[in-house]
């Protein structure tokens, strides 16, 4: 399978977000686990070792002791995906697994699978996928393969705001309420209102608080 020459990095366990259901993400996800009956685990654009969506639809048990364990961290599929863009099932993998991850996921009924890295190594999407019958056909890796690049295109975060946006969004997070923040930009405070909506509408959230925390994530600010 396909491999390039990026290095490997670390990556930390995350919790499901409520941002899996933004729109042209949901067709994806339903899509993901049409083709994959053992369940799937998505991480969308992994920047600084923690991925921007992710969600997981493994069995509940094998969950737990994932990540009681901290396996995200041990686990030869990640090490696979942040080490290079491609796709391979997971028979085909050849790193180390001290613990056992693999052999762990087996028992759970997680015996066959793939895994699916794509982007940048800054901005690393990796999927897996697993099914207790079979392997994985080349078509079908070839199907999932599509899928992950509109997840990982459909997920994509804004790479930059506006000047004007940027400081409406610092005055906010320094503690400013609107009137005082309008008054220090020499605007109204419908204008200021205004360009919190723009900032909202441009990161996809729903409340200034969520647009703060996606702008920190994002490394707009």
């Not at 390039?4 to 259901?21: F, I, M």
């Not at 686990?75 to 001290?98: C, H, M, Q």
């Not at 693999?102 to 997680?110: S, V």
């Amino acid at each position: 399978m396909r491999r390039d020459n990026d290095s490997y990095e670390t990556l930390q366990k995350v919790p499901v977000t409520t941002g899996a259901r933004r729109p042209g993400l949901e067709d994806g996800f339903e899509a993901l686990g049409r083709i994959s009956p053992k369940g799937f685990s998505a991480g969308l654009h992994i920047r600084f070792a923690s991925p921007v969506l992710y969600m997981r639809t493994y069995d509940e048990a094998w969950t737990k002791v994932y990540d009681e364990n901290a396996y995200a961290l041990r686990d030869p599929l990640v090490f696979w995906g942040l080490g290079g863009k491609g796709s391979t099932r997971w028979s085909a993998i050849r790193l180390p697994d001290p613990f056992n991850i693999l052999g762990q996921a087996r028992e759970h009924g997680l015996i066959y699978g793939a895994v699916v890295s794509h982007g940048p190594i800054t901005s690393r999407t990796i999927v897996g996928i697993a099914r207790d019958d079979r392997e994985f056909t080349d078509e079908e890796i070839a199907d999932i393969v599509k899928i992950v690049e509109d997840l990982h295109s459909a997920a994509a975060p804004p790479t930059e705001l506006t000047r004007a946006q940027k400081e409406a969004l610092r005055l906010l997070a320094d503690g400013d309420r609107h009137t005082a923040a309008a008054t220090k930009l020499g605007i109204s405070e419908s204008a200021f209102k205004a360009r919190l909506q723009s900032v909202r509408v441009r990161l996809g959230a729903r409340t200034m608080a969520q647009a703060l925390k996606k702008a920190r994530e994002y490394q707009l600010l």
